[in-house]
C-alpha cells in the first residue's frame, strides 16, 4: 500500500517535473522512484513522448505558417516588380519617349533664343492653301518693324516701333496714310514659337503626356510633329518643329470639315537684319492723317 501511495504522489508531480518546476530534493525522490517502477517509469515516458508530438506539430505548424508567409511575400514582389516593370516600359514607350524629344529641341532653340536679338521672322498665313496673310518681323537694336499684308485685299501695312514713338505707314487701294502716335513702347523679344519648352522637368512632363508625336517635313525640312486633339470633335491642332533648330516651320488646325484647314507657316533668319532694313519709306508719299503728339 505504501508503495502505491508513493506512485500516486510521484505521478501527481510528474508534470511539474517534466516542466522542471520541481525541486532538486523532490527530483532525487521521483527519479529514485522510477527507476524501481516500472508503471510510473512508462508514464513518464508517454507524457515525455506526447509533450514531444505536441512540440512537433507545432513546430510543422510555424513552418507551414512560415512557407505560406514566404510564399504571400514572394507573389507579393513578384507582383510589384511586374507592375514597376510595365510601368518602365509605359514611360520609356509614351512619355520617356516623348521627354528626349522635347529636350533635344529645348536645348537647340535655345542657341536661336539667344540671337534673337536680330532676327527676321515671316509668318504666313493660308486658308484652303491659298495664302491670305503675310506678317514679316523685323527685330533690330531695340527697334522693331511689322509688315502685315493682306494679298486678297491688297492692303500692306508697315509699322515701326521705336522706344518713344511708333509709325503706321498704310498702303490701300485708296490711298496711302501713315498714322504717328507717340507713346513709351516696351520693345518685347520676337515671339520665336516657345511655348513648346518648359523651364521645370515637370513642364516637360506634362507636356509629354498632351502631345503625340510623329515626323515628317516641312518643305524638306525634317520635323517632328506634335499632336494635339482638343474636346470640341474633330479639332485638332498639328505643330511642326525642325529637328535641327527646334523652331515651329509650321502649324496646321484641322477643322471638323474635310478641307477645313487653317495652314500657318513660319520662316527665320538670324543676324541678317540690316539698317536698310529698318529705314523708313519716303514720308512724302504718304498723307499724314494723325498725329497724337
Ligand atoms: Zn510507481
Redesign the pocket.
Known amino acids: 500500500m505504501k508503495?502505491?501511495n508513493?506512485?500516486k504522489i510521484?505521478?501527481d508531480l510528474l508534470p511539474n517535473y517534466i516542466d522542471k518546476l520541481t525541486s532538486k530534493e523532490t527530483n532525487a525522490y521521483i527519479e529514485e522512484?522510477?527507476n524501481?517502477?516500472?508503471?510510473?517509469?512508462k508514464i513518464l515516458d508517454d507524457m515525455q513522448k506526447d509533450i514531444q508530438l505536441q512540440e512537433k506539430k507545432l513546430e510543422k505548424k510555424k513552418v507551414k505558417y512560415i512557407k505560406k508567409y514566404n510564399h504571400k511575400l514572394r507573389v507579393l514582389k513578384t507582383t510589384l516588380l511586374s507592375i514597376i516593370l510595365v510601368l518602365v516600359v509605359l514611360f520609356i514607350a509614351f512619355p520617356g519617349r516623348n521627354i528626349v524629344i522635347i529636350k533635344s529641341l529645348e536645348d537647340k532653340f535655345e542657341v536661336y533664343e539667344q540671337q534673337s536679338d536680330n532676327v527676321y521672322i515671316k509668318v504666313l498665313e493660308y486658308d484652303d492653301s491659298n495664302l491670305q496673310l503675310t506678317y514679316e518681323n523685323y527685330y533690330k537694336d531695340n527697334m522693331i518693324k511689322y509688315v502685315l499684308t493682306n494679298l486678297e485685299a491688297d492692303i500692306k501695312v508697315t509699322q515701326y516701333v521705336y522706344p518713344n514713338e511708333s509709325k503706321e505707314f498704310i498702303e490701300e487701294p485708296e490711298g496711302k496714310r501713315l498714322i504717328t502716335e507717340s507713346r513709351e513702347n516696351n520693345i518685347e523679344l520676337p515671339p520665336l514659337m516657345n511655348y513648346f519648352y518648359n523651364d521645370s522637368f515637370i513642364g516637360t512632363f506634362f507636356m509629354s503626356m498632351d502631345y503625340k508625336i510623329t515626323t515628317s517635313d516641312v518643305n524638306g525640312k525634317d520635323c517632328y510633329v506634335f499632336s494635339r486633339t482638343y474636346a470640341k470633335p474633330g479639332t485638332k491642332i498639328d505643330i511642326y518643329i525642325e529637328k535641327d533648330t527646334g523652331l515651329v516651320l509650321q502649324s496646321a488646325q484641322i477643322g471638323q470639315t474635310e478641307g477645313d484647314i487653317a495652314l500657318t507657316q513660319y520662316e527665320y533668319s538670324f543676324g541678317t537684319v540690316t539698317d536698310e532694313d529698318m529705314q523708313e519709306p519716303d514720308v512724302t508719299e504718304f498723307t499724314l492723317v494723325e498725329d497724337n503728339q
Open positions: 508503495e502505491k508513493d506512485c510521484v505521478q522512484h522510477i524501481g517502477c516500472k508503471e510510473c517509469k
